[in-house]
């Protein structure tokens, strides 16, 4: 049974910085594409950033470029967000998903999109107060 268990998040003031991880079992993690996305009511998933199975190539939504990092640990099977200068506009409900297929890298140039996903957690909530 694969399980991806978020951790992390929480509240913070416009400006500060947060860290969300997640940990995977029942999957080879280290053959797996993994992602973070983010979601808000009412709207579809976002893909905020993604990391290769290596983890040599990131890829990163315009809005939060330059202030999220997202990095891998494939002997913990650990994914993690760190997030910095967080906005209000950054709210939502943050999921950690891994890629339907191994070795796959499902993102583009521009966009990562989640019906390439097919694993997913539960979410941990990231709310930033203006």
């Known amino acids: 049974q694969v399980q991806l268990v978020e951790s992390g998040g929480g509240s913070v003031q416009a400006g500060g910085s947060l860290n969300v991880s997640c940990v995977v079992s029942?999957?080879?993690?280290?053959?797996?594409?993994m992602a973070w996305f983010r979601r808000t009511p009412g709207q579809e998933h976002i893909g905020v950033a993604a990391?290769?199975?290596?983890?040599?190539?990131?890829y990163y939504v315009d809005s939060v470029k330059g202030r999220f990092t997202i990095s891998r640990d494939n002997g913990k099977n650990t994914v993690a967000l760190r997030m910095t200068s967080l906005k209000p506009e950054d709210t939502a409900v943050y999921y950690c998903?891994?890629?339907?297929?191994?070795?796959?890298?499902?993102?583009?140039?521009?966009?990562?999109?989640?019906?390439?996903?097919?694993?997913w957690g539960r979410g941990t909530q990231v709310t930033v107060s203006s």
């Open positions: 990391i290769t199975p290596g983890g040599t190539t990131t």
């Open positions: 029942g999957l080879r993690f280290s053959d797996f594409s």
């Open positions: 998903a891994a890629a339907k297929n191994i070795g796959e890298w499902p993102c583009d140039g521009t966009t990562c999109s989640s019906e390439d996903f097919g694993y």
